[in-house]
């Protein structure tokens, strides 16, 4: 196959031999006039002597007016002269006097005249035609002559300037070529190999120059960052920033070590950033070197906030479990003298009817065994060893108007506008009834505690989905304080409480965490501070009968 450099060549030679063709041509053919200019003259001039002399011969004859003489003269000299087509001697009125003709062919013919005169007298014209079509067969001769010359010495100077620029020139150069396509080949392959890997991390990754101009990003970072496209292909870096800072909760902490490291072009520099809407990133940020020389700088952001929920979980899950540990030990060691506590204060109760000094203390002793035996029993609901596991398919809206009743007498005491909103149609959950109403109790409780001046306090059950699966969802909302961002975190840590000594044990929460979790349901809050709190449980609806689960 022919390569593509030696089409060229052979394109540039073709042209550039037609274009030496024209000009020889060109050339061949003025050579060619001039040659016939200077024939023709030579020819004219040899014609005039010709005549000059015939002049000469027949003058004598003319002023004897011996026309026949002339004529035999005329047609001897015509006869001797091979090219000598005709000769005429002609008067000065037309009158043609002598004449030689030969028949011809010729394809050529000269013609010339010449006056013969005696001492001013004109006694006639000689007239010659003559055949010059040999002129002009030599003329056709060098034309064809000139021409295949030139056609050779452009054939060989094609072949001689191909030559030259294929073997001697055109090699190096397209072995260059070629190399230079093989190595931008390489580089291409190298950058798209770059790109693939850049594009398949999952890193955010943005590359800047000096001054902080974006020069390279994978589509992983914009989308981690949320930027719209057009803030992305505006590449204007205070734009980039302003929007990346505000989406966190300390932009100005992380504006001011963008400022450091650009100012700092060394360094190396990594962090964790919170955002606003609760995830975190893990910031990497190192100098960008090209041949020992640093041209800017490269960022690399990961999205942490799986990771850090899993080991805030694990961590919960590990206070979680030393608190359950704890808990089977003290309510192994606590339930039993309590229970012979409250039986012997039952029991006493009901022979002390003849003492009724003792009723009092005695009802005091039953009553506070009864709350100590609770709190055991909360405990226990973290050790799993409680036994009370045993669920009910059950409409939860019963029991959870009858733990509203108990907290009702608070709630008038303390100004709280009680209110209830529950779905007409009932939705089935398979739950342990009690365990439920101590939600419900804890999260009112607490609801209570936020507002010691009075609010309202509203309960509400509705139907949700979440992630595909249908949930019951009861929201316990209040008007009370709310809840500072600071605290969020850390408000299902078991004895997290905000409470004075004595007033708050922390376990609320974390137990009714722990009921929803045991239940595959979820808990979660939304509150500002000021403003109020609404605590959201969500059970999973079921369509089956009860099952117990150990
Ligand atoms: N509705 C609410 N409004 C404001 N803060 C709340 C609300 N619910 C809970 N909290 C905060 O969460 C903390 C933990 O609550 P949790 O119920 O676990 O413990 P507690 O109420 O302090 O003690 P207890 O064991 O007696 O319930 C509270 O101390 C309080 O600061
Ligand atoms: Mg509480």
Redesign the pocket.
Known sequence: MMKITEIRHGRAIIWFSAVLLVFLAATDALIVSQQRRILLNIQRRCVNNELALMATLTREALLKKDYRTVEDFLVQWGSEHTDMLEIRAVMPNGFVLAQYKKESSARQLFRARSSVAHEGEHLADLEVIKDFTGVEDSMDKLSAGLVSASVVLVAFLGFFLWYTLSVTAMRPLEKEISERRKAEERLQGALSLLSATLESTADGILVVDKKGVVEQYNQKFAKMWRIPQSVMSASEDAALLQFVSAQLRQPETFLEKVRELYAAPELESSDSLEFKDGRIFERYSQPHWIDGVIRGRVWSFRDVTEKKKLEMMLLQSEKLSAVGQLAAGVAHEINNPLGVILGFAQCALKKSGDVPALDLPLRSIEREAVRCKELVQNLLVYSRSSNKNEREHIDPVPGIQAALSIILARAKTQRVELSTDFQSSPLKINVNKGQLQQVIL?LC???M??MPGGGNLAVKTSPASRAGGAFLRIDVS?T????PDE?KSR?FEPF????DVG????????LAHEIVENHKGAIEVE?SAGKG?V?SVYFPVSGEPPANVV
């Open positions: 804890n409780n607490n609801a505690d936020a209040d009370g304080h709310g809840i605290i408000l997290f409480t905000t409470k007033k708050g044990t922390g376990l609320g929460l974390a509150s709190t605590f």
